[in-house]
Structure formats: structure tokens, C-alpha cells
């Protein structure tokens, strides 16, 4: 059975850190692109980035957070680390998987998702 648990969310201000945490069973998740998703109040899920071949990032986070991943242990661990959040990055976060390196940055490409975290940066 496939799982992805976040883990990481919280309060910060504006120009502070988080980092985030994506647990990952079920599968061997090293051939699979991981991605991170937000969605905010009344706005539809965005991509936010990704890993598989190589790292990318939204426009809108690059420079500022940086995904990374650890397939050492039997469960596999994607990480968000978030400097200088700003207010506008507030929204709930979601792990995703998809069983390709390949990375997209549509949703409906990826088959897994976690049940989210939330990241809430205060002015």
C-alpha cells in the first residue's frame, strides 16, 4: 500500500524558514518523480516543484526553496526546504509521486498524493 506522509508545516513569519517532509512507502520510490504541490484558499493546486532526472521549480519559489530527497532507507524522504517565505506561500502543501523520473508539473500526472501540511507565513 502506497503512502506518502507530510510532515513539517507550521506558523513562521515573513522572511523565516521551514523545512518539509514527505515520507514515502509502498513502492521503490527511486524511479519515481516526486513532486510538491500548494493550494491556498480558493485557488487551484499549483505546482511548486519537483524531482526526478534533475530539481525544478516554480518561477515563483526559485531561489528560495530547494527539493531534495534521500533514498538511503526503505522509506523514501522528499524535502522541501522553504527560506524567505512570504506571505503569498501560505496555502496547504502536498507530497506527490508519479512512476517516471520524468518530471511533470501537471497534477493529474501524478497517482499519489499525501493528505497535506499546512504552512501558514504571518506579515
Known amino acids: 500500500q502506497v503512502q506518502l506522509v507530510e510532515s513539517g508545516g507550521g506558523l513562521v513569519q515573513a522572511g523565516g524558514s521551514l523545512r518539509l517532509s514527505c515520507a514515502a512507502s509502498?513502492?521503490?520510490?527511486?524511479?519515481?518523480?516526486m513532486g510538491w504541490f500548494r493550494q491556498a484558499p480558493g485557488k487551484e493546486r499549483e505546482w511548486v516543484a519537483a524531482?526526478?532526472?534533475?530539481?525544478?521549480?516554480a518561477d515563483s519559489v526559485k531561489g528560495r526553496f530547494t527539493i531534495s530527497r534521500d533514498n538511503a532507507k526503505s522509506t523514501s524522504t522528499v524535502y522541501l526546504q522553504m527560506n524567505s517565505l512570504k506571505p503569498e506561500d501560505t496555502a496547504v502543501y502536498y507530497c506527490?509521486?508519479?512512476?517516471?523520473?520524468?518530471?511533470?508539473?501537471?497534477?493529474?500526472?501524478?497517482?499519489?498524493w499525501g493528505q497535506g501540511t499546512q504552512v501558514t507565513v504571518s506579515s
Open positions: 506527490a509521486a508519479r512512476s517516471s523520473l520524468a518530471v511533470i508539473t501537471t497534477p493529474g500526472q501524478y497517482a499519489y
Open positions: 509502498g513502492r521503490t520510490f527511486s524511479s519515481y518523480a
Open positions: 524531482i526526478g532526472y534533475g530539481t525544478y521549480y
